[in-house]
């Protein structure tokens, strides 16, 4: 019951997550609204607490991104950062605010439940190895928010890892963009049905079943890709596989751009047209869209697009907590130069 109130709370902070999207998008730019929640978190907090939160620019830290669990062998987590579990009330909502400056509406939502879904992975493992708690996501703030100057933060726990690196107001990068889900599927409780990335997943099945038999021999694979590379400054993705765009119908490719689109939706307006600026940049037709496993509901899958200037990464291979196979997911937005503004 502890972990569902906890899945409620956190299903309650999305909606009022939702609330305030409309206000704040009319009258800021993402950039500028990041700037003032950055410097709203960072004096919100005590001077040992803002010790945690904060690295300068430079730090190699900046890079090390994980979407894993992180902890020691004494069960306290690893991960650098300042938790929602250390935070006063007032602090998380400097936080959260954070958050909502660096997500659409749907975004947040999808973070948020992807916290709470900590919960029900705790009742599942029962007394298993890794901690399981909602509250074990961890802010970060490289270098001074400012209107001026570099500087970046981050937002990160299990199943979640969202990087920002900004020049003043201006976002430089918004990526790596990871979110997990487990399960991917709730299958049982108050919340049974839910899938939070349901779109990455379904949309990728239709296709590649949309596809003819000779685009299907292209664009199937002999095996899983890999997880995306956390910890990596850059993609390490080698060159595009799988059917290019230039080889495909107008409806097919009407599928692929809303399949984009379903990662890009979980940004902001203003950095989900940016990243869908560099996309049209590259060259839709060069676009390639590769799938391994079956596209059927239940069976295990993966696939990846890339473009010239992106890649977006799918995995559903593993099972869950609960012993239900292919309920696991991680996907990715990533840049394949650009990254944490890095050429």
Known sequence: MKSLRLFLACAGMATVVGLAYVAQRAEDASGVEMVKAGKNFLDSLKADQKDKASFPFDSKERTNWNFIPLQNADKS??????????????????????????TSKMGAEAATTIMALEGILRDQEKKGAMVRNPQWYFFTVFGTPSKMGKWGWRVEGHHLSLNFTMDGTDVLAATPAFFGANPAEVKSGAKKGLRILAPSEDLARDLFNA???EQKKLAHQPKHFPEPGQKQAKPKVGKAVGVAVAKMTKDQKAILMRLLESYTARMPADIAAEEMKRVRAGGIENIHFAFAGKAEAGAGQSYRVQGPQFVVEFLNIQGDAGGNPNNHVHSAWRRIEGDFGIN
Do not use: N, Y
């Open 77 to 102: 987590s690893s991960r650098k950062g300042l938790s929602l579990e250390d935070m006063t009330a007032d602090q998380k909502k400097m936080a959260m605010q954070l958050l909502r400056a660096g």
């Open 211 to 213: 596809l003819d038999p």
